[in-house]
């Protein structure tokens, strides 16, 4: 594990740029420290740590991931995601501590976005006898980042999805002035839009939305 962790950090501190680092700090509101690396360069360089037959066990695999979260800079917390991505279909029931740690931890919604989509997705598809009491806690939770997961992990279920429990959470989390909650229920009605957009066009005048979470639900049908 060590190993593994080390290799990636000294060929992630030989492309480092300063200069680039001060750009994507400003741009994520200077809550993180970064280390100067563009995606293109950074999915480069990660390639032969995400070889398949070179990935560390499901085990080591978390423990990696929870090292790199803890590291300031934010260029580790991707590749941990893109790391997490390659057992994403495989969870066990109890994973699921293991993804509340990465949404409550270093938040921001360039990761919890991720996160909920992709892994709380997966997640609640293999386990669904898990979602009802485990997004009613993250709904009455006092954490907008477990709150937005809930609203934003169906986002990519299309036909699939619950519209009865999509309705639920929207209902019980609209009336906030917090824009980061606004916004991704106004996106998870936008990306419905796109399988049901009668169902959305309804629900939207009907429901007493934040203005933000009816021009983001709408956009896509106005077009």
Do not use: C
Not at 61 to 84: C, G, N, S, T, V
Not at 104 to 119: E, G, L, P, R
Not at 157 to 185: G, H, M, R, S
Request: glycine residues 2%; charged residues 30%.
């Amino acid at each position: 594990m060590k190993a593994y962790i080390e290799s990636l950090k000294t060929e992630f501190l030989r492309n480092a740029n300063p200069s680039i680092a001060l750009g994507q700090k400003a741009y994520m509101k200077d809550k993180f420290e970064f280390l100067g690396i563009k995606m293109p360069v950074r999915k480069k360089i990660q390639q032969p740590f995400l070889v398949k037959e070179y990935l560390p066990e499901k085990e080591i695999a978390f423990k990696i991931i929870k090292k790199l979260w803890q590291k300031p800079e934010r260029e580790y917390q991707y590749f941990a995601m893109d790391l997490l991505e390659k057992y994403s279909q495989n969870f066990d029931k109890n994973d699921i501590d293991f993804l509340e740690y990465l949404i409550i931890n270093k938040s921001w919604w360039d990761t919890v976005d991720k996160i909920a989509q992709k892994f709380f997705g997966a997640y609640f598809k293999q386990f669904p006898e898990q979602i009802n009491h485990k997004i009613d806690e993250y709904v009455q939770s006092d954490n907008i980042w477990l709150q937005r997961t809930a609203i934003l992990f169906q986002l990519k279920y299309k036909e699939k999805t619950d519209v009865i429990l999509l309705e639920n959470i929207i209902n019980q989390l609209k009336n906030t002035n917090e824009f980061f909650i606004n916004k991704a229920i106004g996106w998870a009605l936008r990306e419905y839009s796109k399988t049901n957009p009668a169902w959305v066009i309804d629900f939207v005048k009907n429901t007493a939305l934040n203005n933000l979470s009816k021009k983001e639900a709408l956009k896509i049908i106005k077009k």
